[in-house]
């Protein structure tokens, strides 16, 4: 079991940068993979980033090298560094983890969410 807690939302001028945290509680994340998914209304829920227990990444396409997954297994801590950010990345930004840490099944512990929002 893990317990997930996101923050460093925020409201960024188009270009800006802002970086997510999302700390674990629990189970250590050593043992997970971590992914970041973003949602809002009206759209379906997507996801952005993922990094599994061996420090693999993955992200959206769409991105195109603007996002980048990392994490301090010591500070069981997964982050999000969001560069050249525009109005479209704009949802409310939700951390996850697995189960087994391959990112191969569906997500099992969710955080809250923390807000970004792009003018």
């Known amino acids: 079991h893990v317990q997930l807690v996101e923050s460093g939302g925020g409201s960024v001028q188009a270009g800006g940068s802002l970086r997510l945290s999302c700390l674990a509680s629990g189970n250590p994340i050593r043992s997970h993979c971590v992914g970041w998914f973003r949602q809002v209304p009206g759209k379906e829920r997507e996801g952005v980033a993922s990094i599994d227990m061996d420090g693999r990444t993955t992200y959206l396409d769409s991105l195109k090298g603007r996002f980048t997954i990392s994490k301090d297994n010591a500070k069981n801590t997964v982050y999000l560094q969001m560069n050249s950010l525009q109005p479209e990345d704009t949802a409310m930004y939700y951390c996850?983890?697995?189960?087994?840490?391959?990112?191969?099944?569906?997500?099992?512990?969710w955080g809250q969410g923390t807000q970004v929002t792009v003018s």
């Open positions: 996850a983890a697995d189960r087994w840490g391959y990112c191969s099944g569906a997500m099992a512990y």
